[in-house]
């Protein structure tokens, strides 16, 4: 079992920067592909981006400017980068890992991921 932490979330204005990070409590030998979710107050959970094991990356048109999903595999740790940030953005902010047999695979489903951390909050002020 795979439990994930993600830390990095916070109060900033609108315009401004945070990264958030994600990390399994244990470190762990599996091989996942990660996904960043958000979910706002009364909306649906919300697709961000993804990153497969080899670091192909896929983002929903609307944030793709924005936002940069990273990794960095010997320290197990995923990285959202999120840029001009704005009002709408606040949510709170979910990782997601499954573990995969393919390098390249990469998902945008929130269904298809078995692993999840608890969020983190994101709220962007005007």
């Keep these: 079992q795979v439990q994930l ?19 399994p409590s244990e470190r762990t030998a599996s091989r996942i592909a990660v996904g960043w979710f958000r979910q706002a107050p009364g909306k649906e959970r919300e697709f961000v981006a993804a990153i497969s094991w080899s670091g192909g990356t896929y983002y929903p048109s609307s944030l793709r400017d924005r936002f940069t999903i990273s990794r960095d595999n010997a320290e197990n740790t995923a990285y959202l980068q999120m840029n001009s940030l704005k009002p709408e ?38």
């Design 89 to 126: 953005d606040t949510a709170v902010y979910y990782c997601a890992a499954v573990k995969i047999g393919n390098n390249y695979y990469i998902e945008r489903s929130p269904d298809k991921y078995q692993y999840w951390g608890q969020g983190t909050q994101v709220t962007v002020s005007l």
């Design 5 to 23: 932490v993600e830390s990095g979330g916070g109060l900033v204005p609108a315009g401004g920067s945070l990264i958030l990070s994600c990390a």
